[in-house]
């Protein structure tokens, strides 16, 4: 079986949008790394200005999944674009476990499209959050089919 986990890099807010994640989704960090635990690569150094930036975070959501994330860091290759490249897809059990989810992630974003039956049935929704991240939120009644 092949799991599919997301990774989000984000320009020196990582740990600010992880929480904020966490206090939505809930669940505990399995790995909250910063740049200044790193040894040395390469004979480069962490500078002083990343050092507390996340060099990698971990966030499970379900058995399966884990959201995780890291801060861009140039001495290291890493610069961020802010896109709308790719959606995290969020699939719940109920239609109020949706709009829990949908209103506490979409808190301070912009919404794309509220939360409805769509046309092909599920109960569905659409956002970016204030950390320009976009998500899918979704309940399927007929899960079976």
């Not at 140039?74 to 209103?103: C, H, M, V, W, Y």
């Not at 979409?106 to 794309?112: F, L, R, V």
Request: charged share 20%; net charge negative.
């Amino acid at each position: 079986m092949t799991i599919v986990n997301i990774y989000l890099t984000f320009n020196g807010n990582c740990e600010e949008a992880f929480n904020f994640y966490k206090s939505i989704l809930g669940g505990e960090f399995s790995y909250v790394g910063k740049f200044k635990d790193m040894p040395p690569m390469d004979g480069k150094a962490c500078p002083p200005e990343d050092a507390d930036k996340i060099m990698h975070i971990g966030l499970p959501v379900s058995k399966e999944t884990v959201l995780m994330g890291s801060d861009s860091s140039e001495i290291f290759g890493q610069l961020t674009t802010i896109g709308n490249n790719f959606s995290i897809s969020l699939n719940t059990d109920s239609k109020e476990e949706a709009d829990r989810l949908f209103n506490g992630l979409s808190s301070g974003g912009k919404i794309t499209m509220p939360m409805n039956i769509t046309f092909w049935g599920d109960y569905f929704g659409m956002f970016t959050d204030k950390y320009s991240i976009n998500w899918q939120i979704s309940f399927a009644e007929n899960q079976n089919q």
